[in-house]
């Protein structure tokens, strides 16, 4: 049977992390599912016999070109993403994108919480539409959900925007009139921690940012992380 998710996780050499990820997935309740890990990265010495669950090697091609496999590969109605170091808390969170999906929404996305390294958790909550997704990206990946024919009108992701992908893919939906539902209540845990990819070079992240206002036509946007947003 077709499953109703399908959930992609992409994975590059964080195995100490992605035991939880897979089993917060696997937690989630009233739903049918499908787990895509796509390895970006050396071969998982972890193995996992759940038949929900498909490896796919995406042969070290980054990131972005790992989420677009994992959507090429999908079965479901829906597609949903969870990043390796992060883990639903919530186990209705998959129940209640189908619920809201039911009711004609497209596009789902809930809070979270971000968890730092000394054990202080701080809510993220934040909204986002067509307009306010102009100035900042409110949206957390690990959170989303979507109908996955939203992909026949609007291709893949940018794989030329390797920082601000999703930014990217929130803008082009949002702007493309598919209906947004934000819901309150914190689905999933961000880990913050020093080798999470927002972190990383800031000159690289910039020019992806600059490459992001030119394609979108948008204003001189400051350099932030959504930690700056708690």
């Known amino acids: 049977m077709k499953p109703q998710f399908s959930v992609i996780i992409p994975t590059r050499n964080r195995e100490q992390f992605l035991s939880e990820a897979v089993a917060s997935v696997l937690s989630q309740a009233d739903v049918s599912l499908e787990l895509l890990i796509v390895n970006d990265g050396n071969a998982l010495a972890?193995?996992?016999?759940?038949?929900?669950?498909?490896?796919?090697?995406?042969?070290?091609?980054?990131?972005?070109?790992?989420r677009s496999l994992g959507v090429a590969e999908a079965a479901g109605e829906f597609i949903a993403f969870l990043d390796d170091d992060d883990f639903f808390i919530d186990t209705r969170h998959l129940a209640k994108a189908?619920?809201?999906f039911h009711q004609h929404t497209d596009f789902y996305f809930a809070n979270g919480e971000m968890r730092f390294p000394d054990g202080k958790v701080k809510l993220f909550d934040r909204s986002a539409d067509a307009l306010s997704l102009e100035q900042d990206n409110t949206i957390l990946i690990s959170a989303v959900s979507y109908r996955k024919a939203i992909h026949n009108k609007l291709g893949s992701f940018d794989e030329a925007l390797p920082y601000y992908w999703d930014w990217d893919w929130y803008l082009r939906v949002a702007?493309?009139?598919?209906?947004?539902?934000?819901?309150?209540?914190?689905?999933?845990?961000?880990?913050?921690?020093?080798?999470?990819?927002?972190?990383?070079?800031?000159?690289?992240?910039?020019?992806?940012?600059?490459?992001?206002?030119?394609?979108?036509?948008?204003?001189?946007?400051?350099?932030?992380?959504?930690?700056?947003?708690?």
């Not at 209906?179 to 845990?189: G, M, N, R």
């Not at 000159?203 to 394609?215: C, E, I, T, Y």
């Open 175 to 230: 702007r493309a009139g598919f209906k947004l539902h934000h819901e309150s209540q914190p689905a999933v845990a961000i880990r913050v921690h020093q080798n999470n990819m927002s972190s990383a070079n800031e000159a690289a992240r910039r020019a992806n940012l600059d490459a992001l206002q030119v394609k979108h036509n948008l204003k001189q946007i400051p350099l932030k992380n959504h930690v700056d947003f708690v």
């Open 46 to 66: 972890t193995t996992f016999k759940d038949k929900r669950i498909r490896i796919l090697d995406n042969g070290m091609r980054t990131a972005v070109p790992a």
């Open 98 to 100: 189908a619920n809201a």
